[in-house]
């Protein structure tokens, strides 16, 4: 790429802290070891850097290092989850809840275990996109064994109130999952102040490498029983099969481990850039704000405009934002946005929407040139109708 556009799709994914990489190095060449030969000195050296990385990426959501089961991402940490509770809890009972928002790693095996003859209950949004507490109470039944609700939506970067759920979860006894790959190391997150059960994790929206996630899974009050969905060599307790790719996860741990040195620093600079870019774009007519507008994700901002062709502003836009109106995976697909219909929105109002994610290596300069560039869109796509 000679021209780059500024690259606002931090949501997607993020470019790898060069300090992440530093860290990686060592582990493709001289340790090379398979962190499970446990009958010489190559092994030794991975075994030793994962287990630090598991200790570390564990005290960040104040679990144990136990408690950490490594998988390839977020996805597979969902599926290990939804169908891993499923078939380890049938016996005691098939209903399972989650919400319409919810990333499709969560929703697609939420309804393939329908398909197996579980009942699924897809909770809806108010307009702010957060549940309503009430209604998540009333859907819990007797045969009630999981609730799954993100932390943070990935596309309007709503905070769902984790402790709350938690708690509820806890006074029914149902097991509560929770889909984090947009929020850790970027908001608070503790496994026992927030009674979390099962919490999906992932490394390459934290400015760590790809390929690499994992899924905490608590060990005492309650043990939660987990059926393995990848058979083999027996690593991770059992729960995940195949040789641990020591790379990946000592890169993963220091992504976390810089996210949780900079949060406040991030924080502080992301909110001040979106601040900026909703004052000076939120100034036109027909603008809307998506998602509740303070407890949402620092670097998220996403707004529907109206009275404009969504596939016309974002190819009006593409040379030189990098930017998506909805999540990667439904904007492959034709279909609007299921987390923005979700919050009513027609179809027409759902394309035309723009999902800003801001990163650590944003700069100020760039999101003054993107407010500028956005409200031109806007207006000459106005001005021709
Ligand atoms: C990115 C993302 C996923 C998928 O994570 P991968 O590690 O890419 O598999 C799942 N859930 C949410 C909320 C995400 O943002």
New binding site residues.
Partial sequence: MSFRPIYLDS???TPMDQRVLTAMLPYFTEDFGNPSSINHAYGWAAAAAVKEARTQIAEAINATPAEIIFT???????NLAIKGIAEAYFSKGRHLITVQT??S??LDPCRYLEGLGFEVTFLPVQADGLIDLTALEKAIKPETILVSV?A???EIGVLMPLAAIGSICREYEVLFHT?A??AIAKIPLDVEAMQIDLM?L????IYGP??I?ALYVRRRNPRVNLAPQIQGGGQEKGLRSGTLCTPQIVGFAKAVELGLAEQTKDTERLKEMRAYLWEKIGKLDGIRLNGHPTQRLPGNLNVSVEGVDGAALLLGLQSRIALSSG??CSSESTAPSHVLKALGHSDALAYASLRFGLGRFNTFPEIEETAQYVIDAIQSLRSLV
């Avoid at 390839?72 to 969902?78: K, L, Q």
């Avoid at 992932?202 to 929206?205: I, Y």
């Fill in positions: 949501h997607a994914t390839s991402g977020a996805t597979e940490a969902n919810e990333h790693a969560i993100m943070a939506n990935n889909d790959a947009q999906s992932t490394a390459h929206k790809k390929g996630g999540s990667a």
